[in-house]
């Protein structure tokens, strides 16, 4: 091997100066998400408190339900600040209220008619 091939390859291995341990390969870090640790600095300075025991929750849009099975729900009263965390699933406006009305009794179906009917439209 030549010389220059030689330096090129140690200069590609040693981590440090002149004099420093040569390793084999130089140790690639994974970066943590600092997006991640910069929402959790922000949520910590406005005081919000995880609240236990939800089960769901139901996000509705224009366009349908944006859906959360055992969410992690954080919530600062004062700040007026909410924050839902997990795995959403996108669901049809008409999808999520015939799946809402199979499990309901018949006079809670009763109610809800009475008060679609009494919606305007747009």
């Known amino acids: 091997m030549d ?10 291995v040693r981590t440090g100066g002149k004099g420093t341990v040569r390793r084999k390969k130089k140790a690639v870090h994974k970066t943590t998400s600092t997006d ?4 959790q600095s ?6 919000v408190n995880t609240i236990p025991g939800i089960e769901e929750v ?11 099975v055992n969410p992690k729900v954080q919530a600062s009263i004062a700040a007026n600040t909410y924050v839902v965390s997990g795995t959403p699933t996108t669901k049809s406006l008409a999808g999520a209220l015939a799946g809402q009305l199979l499990w309901r009794s018949s006079s ?3 109610k809800l008619n ?4 009494a919606q305007p439209t747009r």
């Open 58 to 68: 139901n996000i509705v849009k224009e366009d349908g339900i944006i859906h959360f």
């Open 108 to 110: 809670h179906t009763a």
């Open 36 to 39: 991640d640790k910069r929402l």
């Open 3 to 12: 010389r220059d091939k030689l330096m090129k390859m140690a200069s590609a």
């Open 42 to 47: 922000t949520l910590k300075r406005l005081g």
């Open 114 to 117: 009475t008060l679609e009917l």
